[in-house]
């Protein structure tokens, strides 16, 4: 009689489950009452879209974020939302990491796979180092937007608003708090507040070309024939696509919006959403 043999599960296949798992997890938090706003049981379906979303950093969305949620519900879309943005396994070899657990072969192969980095060695430093990188980033936006919004939504709420933005955009979510004001609106009241838009469009830019693009600009600073290639594609390719669009959107301004705010700032603004 034979006995039964588990098959170990590959890089590739631990990277799917763990994405399906935090996203299933994610969607039964915000099937809870205490997620919305009126303490009811929100439908599995608009939860596992909301879950979807937040981890996939699509930036969809079926109820508005900012009142549908309770605090509780837009603090669980936050977390997906990081541990989409910065990868289910980087996020798990960081609780590892802080633990002080040493991190086997297989989890190395795990991590540079999740990474796409293009070997293993060194593997746990290019983990370390996105890991700080990510958190100082994102707290300096939410720093810089804290004085914007404190002023607006008062001084605790103006600080979730400003770690909720900073953390959404650096991780390219689309997905903002704004409909306290008018439903689905976004940042559209701030368009034309420099400040809002440039630290956003910052933390848009910064979190879109990679963790290995920051690393190569961090080991050879400016010179960018040193670079790999994939760096080099990357920031040409975005180079264009924000600044080719910005020219396209000086020149085709259309309704309210253009009239009343700096057609400059709207366009840069614009042509980095479009690019993410």
Request: glycine fraction near 8%; include cysteine; hydrophobic fraction near 55%.
């Amino acid at each position: 009689m034979k006995t039964l043999s588990i098959k170990p599960l590959n890089s590739f296949q631990i990277i799917v489950l763990g994405f399906a798992g935090v996203i299933l997890a994610g969607a039964l938090l915000l099937m809870l009452p205490v997620s919305s706003a009126t303490h009811c049981v929100t439908p599995f379906l608009n939860a596992l879209f909301t879950s979807t979303t937040s981890v996939c950093v699509t930036g969809l969305i079926v109820v508005d974020t900012g009142t549908y949620w309770s605090v509780f519900g837009q603090a669980v879309i936050l977390v997906l939302i990081q541990i989409g943005g910065m990868g289910v396994v980087t996020v798990a070899a960081a609780v590892t990491i802080i633990s002080g657990r040493k991190i086997g072969l297989m989890q190395r192969s795990t991590m540079q796979e999740a990474v796409a980095a293009p070997k293993m060695s060194g593997i746990v430093r290019l983990t370390g180092f996105i890991i700080r990188a990510t958190l100082l980033i994102e707290l300096s936006g939410a720093a810089l937007l804290a004085p914007v919004f404190c002023r607006d939504f008062g001084p605790i709420r103006g600080l979730w608003m400003a770690v909720f933005h900073s953390i959404s955009a650096f991780c390219n979510a689309g997905i903002d708090l704004m409909g306290i004001r008018i439903p689905f609106s976004s940042l559209t009241l701030y368009a034309a507040n420099p400040l809002v838009n440039l630290v956003i469009m910052a933390l848009i830019i910064i979190g879109g070309i990679g963790f290995l693009t920051w690393e190569d600009i961090r080991s050879n600073h400016l010179h960018f024939s040193r670079y790999r290639m994939q760096s080099k594609v990357i920031l040409t390719t975005t180079a264009i696509l924000i600044l080719l669009p910005l020219f396209l959107f000086r020149r085709i301004p259309t309704g309210r919006l253009w009239k009343q705010n700096p057609v400059i700032l709207v366009s840069v603004g614009n042509s980095t959403n479009c690019r993410f």
